[in-house]
């Protein structure tokens, strides 16, 4: 599914914020509801807010007038139906508090102001388990790549969640070596697409809305989100300093770096990894 307008882009914001009130599942019947009335453009915003009201009572705190306005504005038939494709795809809405990520970020993102609502896609990890980030350049000479294999299977030895961006070089290497072992994995793309499928062992989560395509400022927010999600991060290779470009795995460091996590370099240049480790009381979220 590609949203495809502005106007898609509103409602599909919309309907994330609607869902911490009454829930994807809730949304997706109110969705074959009322595409079974086949309404018109022009009424059906307003026969989506007469069935949510009309169904589930929410409150003022739950469905601010506000975005029943902009609602009934920017919705329409074929906005509507291509939600339902939406969950066609298996995937589904994390609002805060959801435990399919780890508690501390709730805590932490409402502090710094990270994103809230996601996409997501695939099957949750265990709430027990750590999550340690495996990060790095997209383009890495061999020896950080086989830093990123080592430090995947070194997650899943440990049974630990092996976290990355999706990306080329180390982000993908890390995780299709933890895959291979049978271990747990978390991704967080910038791009979504209705062609990303989750893996076995796998949740996919997806900051943007469908049709989203990659950019860099898209990228660095990613990047932080990453960091919040983390217990550890493991910078398989240094970053790669262009002229005039900023580095997402340096910017990764230094959001982690100022967040309060210490950092120790592993080998001698130019092949060092850094390993950056949150603190017992940053990982309650006490911390940032």
């Known amino acids: 599914m590609t949203i495809q307008s502005s106007r ?3 409602f599909f914001y919309y309907t994330m914020l ?8 809730k949304i997706r019947e109110i969705v074959t509801a009322i595409n079974g009335k086949s309404s018109s453009d022009e009424q059906v915003g307003s026969d989506f807010i007469n069935c949510i009201q009309r169904n589930w009572q929410l409150s003022q705190t739950d469905l601010p007038l506000v975005y029943q306005d ?3 504005k920017v919705l329409t038939q074929e906005t509507l139906n291509r939600f339902e494709e939406l969950h066609d795809l ?3 809405i994390i609002c805060p508090g959801d435990t399919s990520l780890p508690q501390h970020y709730w805590e932490i993102s409402a502090r710094e ?20 980030a495996v990060i790095g350049p997209r383009d890495t000479p061999e020896a950080g790549l086989a830093s990123a294999r080592a430090a995947a299977l070194n997650n899943v030895r440990t049974n630990t969640v092996t976290v990355s961006g999706g990306a080329k070089g180390v982000d993908n290497t890390a995780t299709m070596a933890a895959q291979n072992e049978g271990g ?22 997806f900051p943007y809305p469908p049709g989203q395509g990659f950019r860099g400022g898209l990228a660095m927010a990613r ?10 991060i493991i910078v398989a290779y240094p970053p790669v300093t262009t002229e005039g470009k900023q580095s997402g795995t340096q910017d990764a460091i230094d959001y982690a770096t100022k967040s309060g996590f210490t950092a120790i370099t592993h080998g001698t240049a130019p092949d060092t990894s850094i390993t950056l480790t949150k603190p017992p009381t940053l990982a309650q979220g006490q911390l940032f």
């Open 113 to 132: 102001k990270l994103q809230q609502m996601f996409i997501a896609t695939g099957e949750p990890p265990p709430e027990d388990l750590d999550w340690t």
């Open 223 to 232: 990047n932080k989100i990453i960091v919040a999600l983390s217990n550890k």
């Open 90 to 92: 298996n995937r589904w």
């Open 18 to 25: 609607l869902a911490k009130g009454i829930g994807p599942v």
């Open 8 to 10: 898609e882009r509103q």
């Open 184 to 205: 747990w994995t978390v991704v967080i793309p910038v791009v979504n697409a209705n062609t990303i499928q989750a893996a076995r062992k796998q949740l996919i989560v």
């Open 70 to 72: 902009s609602i009934q």
